[in-house]
């Protein structure tokens, strides 16, 4: 185990000093391109405009035959184009995988000044983020690299669950974590082939009642302990999270649900993997402005969160004071990007 004393202290000579706190922006959605093919990267500028995040995949859905043109297109997109407030990430290949040490050396000698996170896919235990901290640490010496690039784990095996805690205080260079839930799935042996979302099998039903001949069947939320579990270690270690692919592109109601219960539960965001997928993550992951508006009034009424007020017949105290500084907080990094929510907002 690192020692606090030496915590922060940069991993190679003239690698940049990590950060303290994590960069403070919107991460509404992590959207999802694949570099190989030319007429998307032609159009990453313009849809960088609409995202909080870009992401470049380079693993899992990109075709063996691919990979390296997935690589070199991507460090194209960023060597080409300057994307402002909009974040720059890149998912890797397992690290187990052929391709993961050019991934890093490569992207990092070309691009590594205009890049802000690696995700790295199916961490299992803090060993795979310190590897990962160390060798990125010796690229960004070696290639004078100015800012700490962050590193992303992705939940996707029982042992990564089991390990979330640890690989969140693995490294100052932790980002935050996202749920694979295809991926964990399989790990855990779990009877489905959906890509995220619910089940219509798993759920509650409802006692027998005399006269009735159906009994109400609930279905319930597959993900709901993981991603307790994930927001849990991640707040504890000032880290964000994030829910993963839903991959019915076609099921943008049931996508809505799966976001909102995600948003509702603390994560920052989730990944988008098509164009509407964006527009609802902005949608859910942006607070209401109705519930903007009362958190103001509740600032308002306690200006340093001490006392009680009571604001339309409803009594408000300490605790819902944090509540309201947390949708006032969240809805002032949207309003950075969102003219529109900024005005709606009041802010």
Same mark, same amino acid.
């Given at each position: 185990?690192?020692?606090?004393?030496?915590?922060?202290?940069?991993?190679?000579?003239?690698?940049?000093?990590?950060?303290?706190?994590?960069?403070?922006?919107?991460?509404?959605?992590?959207?999802?391109?694949?570099?190989?093919?030319?007429?998307?990267?032609?159009?990453?500028?313009?849809?960088?405009?609409?995202?909080?995040?870009?992401?470049?995949?380079?693993?899992?859905?990109?075709?063996?035959? =691919?990979?390296?043109?997935?690589?070199?297109?991507?460090?194209?997109?960023?060597? $080409?184009?300057?994307?402002?407030?909009?974040?720059?990430?890149?998912?890797?290949?397992?690290?187990?995988?052929?391709?993961?040490?050019?991934?890093?050396?490569?992207?990092?000698?070309?691009?590594?000044?205009?890049?802000?996170?690696?995700?790295?896919?199916?961490?299992?235990?803090?060993?795979?983020?310190?590897?990962?901290? @160390?060798?990125?640490?010796?690229?960004?010496?070696?290639?004078?690299?100015?800012?700490?690039?962050?590193?992303?784990?992705?939940?996707?095996?029982?042992?990564?669950?089991?390990?979330?805690?640890?690989?969140?205080?693995?490294?100052?260079?932790?980002?935050?974590?996202?749920?694979?839930?295809?991926?964990?799935?399989?790990?855990?042996?779990?009877?489905?082939?959906?890509?995220?979302?619910?089940?219509?099998?798993?759920?509650?039903?409802?006692?027998?009642?005399?006269?009735?001949?159906?009994?109400?069947?609930?279905?319930?939320?597959?993900?709901?302990?993981?991603?307790?579990?994930?927001? *849990?270690?991640?707040?504890?270690?000032?880290?964000?999270?994030?829910?993963?692919?839903?991959?019915?592109?076609?099921?943008?109601?049931?996508?809505?649900?799966?976001?909102? $219960?995600?948003?509702?539960?603390?994560?920052?965001?989730?990944?988008?993997?098509?164009?509407?997928?964006?527009?609802?993550?902005?949608?859910?992951? =942006?607070?209401?402005?109705?519930?903007?508006?009362?958190?103001?009034?509740?600032?308002?009424?306690?200006?340093?969160? =001490?006392?009680?007020?009571?604001?339309?017949?409803?009594? @408000?105290? *300490?605790?819902?004071?944090? @509540?309201?500084?947390?949708?006032?907080?969240?809805?002032?990094?949207?309003?950075?990007?969102?003219?529109?929510?900024?005005?709606?907002?009041?802010?």
């Amino acid at each position: 185990m690192k020692l606090p004393v030496h915590f922060y202290k940069p991993l190679a000579i003239g690698a940049p000093p990590p950060l303290r706190e994590l960069p403070v922006r919107p991460e509404r959605m992590i959207h999802f391109f694949p570099p190989h093919i030319e007429k998307i990267r032609a159009k990453v500028p313009e849809t960088a405009r609409r995202c909080d995040v870009m992401c470049g995949n380079l693993e899992d859905a990109i075709p063996i035959e =691919s990979k390296e043109a997935a690589r070199a297109g991507f460090i194209e997109v960023l060597e $080409n184009n300057d994307f402002g407030d909009t974040g720059m990430w890149v998912r890797i290949n397992a690290l187990n995988s052929p391709w993961v040490l050019d991934d890093l050396s490569e992207i990092i000698k070309h691009v590594g000044n205009k890049l802000d996170v690696i995700m790295i896919p199916k961490v299992e235990g803090p060993w795979d983020i310190h590897f990962v901290d @160390q060798y990125v640490a010796l690229l960004e010496a070696k290639y004078a690299i100015r800012k700490p690039i962050l590193l992303h784990a992705l939940l996707e095996t029982a042992q990564g669950v089991t390990n979330v805690e640890a690989i969140c205080g693995a490294s100052p260079r932790m980002h935050g974590l996202s749920l694979g839930p295809a991926d964990l799935a399989a790990s855990r042996g779990m009877k489905t082939t959906r890509v995220g979302g619910g089940h219509p099998g798993y759920g509650v039903l409802a006692d027998a009642q005399e006269a009735q001949e159906q009994r109400a069947f609930f279905q319930q939320d597959l993900w709901h302990y993981t991603v307790a579990r994930m927001v *849990d270690a991640a707040v504890a270690h000032g880290l964000h999270s994030f829910y993963g692919p839903f991959g019915d592109l076609k099921d943008e109601a049931a996508c809505e649900a799966q976001f909102r $219960n995600a948003f509702l539960m603390g994560c920052s965001g989730a990944w988008s993997l098509a164009p509407n997928q964006i527009a609802i993550a902005k949608r859910v992951f =942006s607070p209401d402005v109705k519930e903007v508006l009362f958190a103001k009034r509740i600032l308002e009424a306690m200006p340093d969160g =001490s006392g009680v007020a009571t604001i339309d017949g409803k009594m @408000q105290d *300490d605790a819902t004071w944090k @509540q309201a500084r947390v949708i006032v907080d969240l809805a002032s990094l949207v309003a950075r990007r969102d003219p529109d929510l900024a005005a709606a907002y009041g802010l």
